[in-house]
């Protein structure tokens, strides 16, 4: 196959980083250029990162020279694929103009996410919608395709084998960590040995994505799932890695080895594909008391490219016509770079662009 | 008033450091002796003990010789009242003997909570339950007064004001403080930048000890109230203050206005009576959007004694039929020696002894 | 005495806050005003400040309307001292101008250490330097004095006692905590769990500062001390107290019980003059192996209205011709807004306006 | 090459968990039995192992039923090598026994260093010293090799190539990590949030072992280097990675640029030889101005088995005759299972036994 050419905006900041660090010796991706802002541009990728995400920084990536973040520089380099790890406000200022002149943007940002075109997509979960890209590929040329907010893509997952329980109702409370704010995102006098029982807008996207996601794809769009999610966002000083307690209300009467049995044995589309970057088992099922633990678990997933690509869920219990977990979730890896990555390869094998 | 005189078992953990701080210059209380395991004894308390509660060690305190926890040794004091800091096993051994020999004890250990007659006292909730110490005072001469799990205390504390609007079924996720543990209790590698999900019967306490609290006093004892409480206990990177969001299932259709209301104009008979470690205001509702934060709220409460003996409560949002809310209790204070002493100064103006 | 008309500029910040605690109740100064950036101004203290400096704002102080920091609005309030905890560029601004204005300015700001005739006043140490501020004022009308970097003001402490052992030559590692950088200062990503062994210029100051404090006054100005101090400045993540590892190289032979007896029996004019802010011992020696320690020691000194205003010795070893020491101060205190107010006691004791 | 036969000893705490993960897949060793406590014993050492070391536990290794340390047990599984991550007090007891059985151990255990027929071997720098290996083998049939204490191998390393500069004098403030401790080692209460500037015989350790890996093997054993080494050894809240600030006096005048060059440029025996554990580069000169980080660098060495076995340094200053670095080591893999994996490879590459 020859490869697919590509270019990550947003390439120094945390997520950026997850996209250079997985995109390295790619099997369908080929990495022709690497954006950042105006600060960086001009200088290798190499010196003007601040490489935070573990290893070296990937040899090919250190040498390329940072480009800006404008239209007509990121068309120079002609890409098939944009990745973006952007800030909300510079996506929508981009994203659209390139998805007019034909390029395919997998954008870890959240203002698309709404559209009724713009699938939200966790390739386990929803396959389906990617058929909208192709539908925004008849109109406009490229298209928009969005993963969903971090702490979403963790409930989602586990959620979606849950469905055959027939829930209702979803409680969660998060335990998010630092670098789901970005590397300079929160102040650490204000988290150091604290929790912050807040994140903006984090509460919404939660139960707004969660039900999209979930939701099915009509000939006016996605019809969302009607379950009500009631989430509270706390931010925890952990490094990588949120945690969530969720409480799920069932229909009927599944106790906790169904739904045990159900989570373990869920496999998606890009298993079945085996796509570079699916996790061999998106969900992993911990039996100790005391897991997961972002220390411990945040990085679970197999083969190496799939590191932090699995879900891990533990101390599932029922009490009083409710079931009780703990799940993880790798906010920047699953949550973020790792997910858009994974979309575009299914993209890429369902041909939705050849 | 004559000062009644107190001695302090189990003085050098973290509890017992608390203990000895707020007895320091008590109007009603005079600490006549401190105990502590072999070790310690017969050190002065000042050099014995790892003090870290924040300031120095109380002058008086620190020239106390410490002393064993032997049943003869505590009863040469001639002690009105032993304050216990002890662990489960130990207390079991000593504070029944002590009970038999005309001692009140006010326990912050778990063993003896579960007795049909012995209280789980919370001032501001069921001072009422007092009355158990009497029917145990009749019968063995001293009595045994227990005050909740850590936890426990500010999830009833916040559930009382709130029995009015009839709820029926509460959830609630913890991040617990590491000082929960105990000084030694917990590895720093196992914690350090994590979460661990579970702690050892943590669960089953706060869930076991609210009803009782709550429940009513009849002629056989305490009849524990019916609501059932679904609990996932987490500790987090936080040396002080246990945080907790919860969600309430409310019969009536009670608005978040109406409960912010009911929590911050809430007082109990210790605030009637100008109890000294009463804070004047048991829960502080915070407007903020991001509070109440450990860093910040651990230590709430007027005045100077009191510090640390309020509840912080905030993010009271209506979602579903469900109330939730984020509060905050100081674990060692509120949770522990403080509620111990706050008891036994309600004990000592209703003059269940004299 | 009539009290003294203070204001505080730069008030919201985490220095800012630690004036308005030391300043509330105070027995000299009356707190006329608190001057914040644009963004604050015009709200109550008490709403615009993110209070994170333990207890409760002040009362007085929450109700201040928060003024802008114009010289105009600064001057429109009459102060005779203006405290500031302004950023280098803000206090270059504004400090010189209202020192011609006739404004006392005792300043946390780094920009006018420098200056011949500025004092780097620790009023235990060269109390003698406030000379400088005579020759201001009769120049200027009125005078800016500065107090020392934070880590500078416990390494000069400690040294000054010890300068009757003719030392000749200070290694110091510092641990410094995220509060030095100011409460927004540090991503917490880039700290979490870390260490990060460089502070931008901080090493140069200590070691131009440390002998400035130490220098002689002439009739030229203050002639520095002439010992090279070697620094290795480095953040941990701490939320408060500055440690060092600290090793002197002596030419005459002292031991270490000559070097703990000399420090803990060090006393400066402000002990004798009974200042407010003075602790009645500037060092503490502690005997135990492991201490100081931030958590515990960071708020050493008495009495309460001195907290965080002694510098705490530990560790005193000899080895080798060269004595090596562990010391902690509270940065935003001691080094920071209590020695400035220390100073404005001082300035005021001896009467340099009236 | 026939594979050579090992055990791992104290296989569950953090340094045999790093064993263990260093022996999967490796190229000359074959791990044939895993001892731990009697606690453990008899399950499956993936049950048995509370893995902390990052990714999954080997699966080889998971199987393997943990057998208790007595010397019959080990005996009856036939090594040729024995790893030892023991505790001082059970590797006194059962290594001796070992050797005398025939037994090579490479023991990461303190209690045998001070014998002056025991190396403490660093193989990049004093390859020579397995001499001594020989003579043990000469005289009890086998020998115990043992790597230095964790901080003195990060310091050891960067002073070897700096012999030439002639130096006098060293100083030494370490950062040490929790993991130093050991798992359970640490109380998390003591630790987080805080600093604690003592180790308990630590710095006696970096000073006497620093001298005798550097010492000259001589007709009588080691002779010690003579410089002194003056060091403060203080415990920080970071998970991995102990980072020093080092003071070095030299008698001729070499410049920063010499140092970093003569570091860089540093190959010793293992790299000549192309060891499996060997990294690349022994030492890696960090160019930035804040680098060195535990967080960033802990995990430094290529290729992937050599990973967390470089040792990075930088800031490199000179200060008045005294040159100022920089250094960190990964405490549990260059500075304890890596130094004795290393120092076995090196064994067996040179035919100390056949």
């Known amino acids: 196959m020859k490869k697919i050419r590509v270019v990550v905006m947003g390439s120094t900041g945390l997520v950026g980083q997850q996209f250079v660090r997985l995109l390295d010796g790619h099997p369908y991706f080929d990495l022709a250029a690497l954006m950042a802002s105006g600060r960086s541009a001009g200088r290798p990728y190499g010196q003007a990162v601040p490489w935070a995400v573990g290893g070296d920084i990937p040899e090919q990536a250190a040498q390329l020279e940072v480009l800006?973040?404008?239209?007509?520089?990121?068309?120079?380099?002609?890409?098939?694929?944009?990745?973006?790890?952007?800030?909300?406000?510079?996506?929508?200022?981009?994203?659209?103009?390139?998805?007019?002149?034909?390029?395919?943007?997998?954008?870890?940002?959240?203002?698309?996410?709404?559209?009724?075109?713009?699938?939200?997509?966790?390739?386990?979960?929803?396959?389906?919608?990617?058929?909208?890209?192709?539908?925004?590929?008849?109109?406009?040329?490229?298209?928009?395709?969005?993963?969903?907010?971090?702490?979403?893509?963790?409930?989602?997952?586990?959620?979606k084998p849950l469905e055959k329980f027939d829930f209702r109702e979803v409680t969660v409370t998060t335990f998010q960590s630092i670098s789901g704010a970005g590397r300079r995102g929160l102040a650490s006098f204000d988290i150091a040995g604290n929790v912050i029982p807040w994140i903006k807008n984090e509460e919404e996207k939660m139960e707004r994505e969660s039900r999209k996601i979930l939701g099915e794809l009509t000939a006016d769009g996605i019809r969302p799932a009607s379950f009500p999610v009631s989430a509270t966002c706390c931010r925890v000083p952990v490094r990588e890695g949120h945690l969530m307690?969720?409480?799920?209300?069932?229909?009927?009467?599944?106790?906790?080895?169904?739904?045990?049995?159900?989570?373990?044995?869920?496999?998606?589309?890009p298993q079945g594909l085996g796509l570079p970057t699916a996790p061999e088992q998106p969900i992993i099922?911990?039996?100790?008391?005391?897991?997961?633990?972002?220390?411990?678990?945040?990085?679970?997933?197999?083969?190496?490219?799939?590191?932090?690509?699995?879900?891990?869920?533990?101390?599932?219990?029922?009490?009083?016509?409710?079931?009780?977990?703990?799940?993880?979730?790798?906010?920047?890896?699953?949550?973020?770079?790792?997910?858009?990555?994974?979309?575009?390869?299914?993209a890429a094998a369902e041909k939705i662009f050849s």
């Not at 307690?245 to 739904?259: E, H, I, L, M, Q």
């Open 68 to 159: 800006d973040t404008s239209l007509e520089t990121v068309m120079s380099q002609a890409p098939d694929i944009a990745f973006s790890a952007l800030p909300a406000g510079a996506a929508e200022g981009i994203e659209p103009a390139l998805r007019e002149r034909g390029v395919r943007v997998f954008s870890n940002a959240g203002c698309r996410r709404q559209d009724a075109d713009v699938p939200v997509l966790i390739p386990e979960i929803n396959p389906g919608h990617l058929e909208l890209a192709r539908w925004q590929q008849a109109r406009y040329g490229g298209f928009i395709v969005t993963n969903s907010n971090c702490s979403t893509s963790g409930l989602a997952l586990v959620l």
């Open 245 to 269: 307690s969720v409480s799920v209300r069932f229909a009927n009467g599944a106790g906790a080895p169904d739904v045990a049995e159900a989570l373990a044995a869920f496999r998606g589309v």
């Open 285 to 346: 099922v911990r039996p100790e008391e005391d897991r997961p633990q972002p220390a411990l678990d945040a990085w679970a997933g197999r083969p190496e490219r799939a590191r932090g690509m699995a879900v891990s869920v533990g101390r599932i219990r029922e009490k009083g016509g409710a079931m009780s977990l703990v799940l993880l979730v790798h906010n920047t890896v699953r949550g973020a770079a790792g997910a858009c990555i994974l979309g575009a390869e299914l």
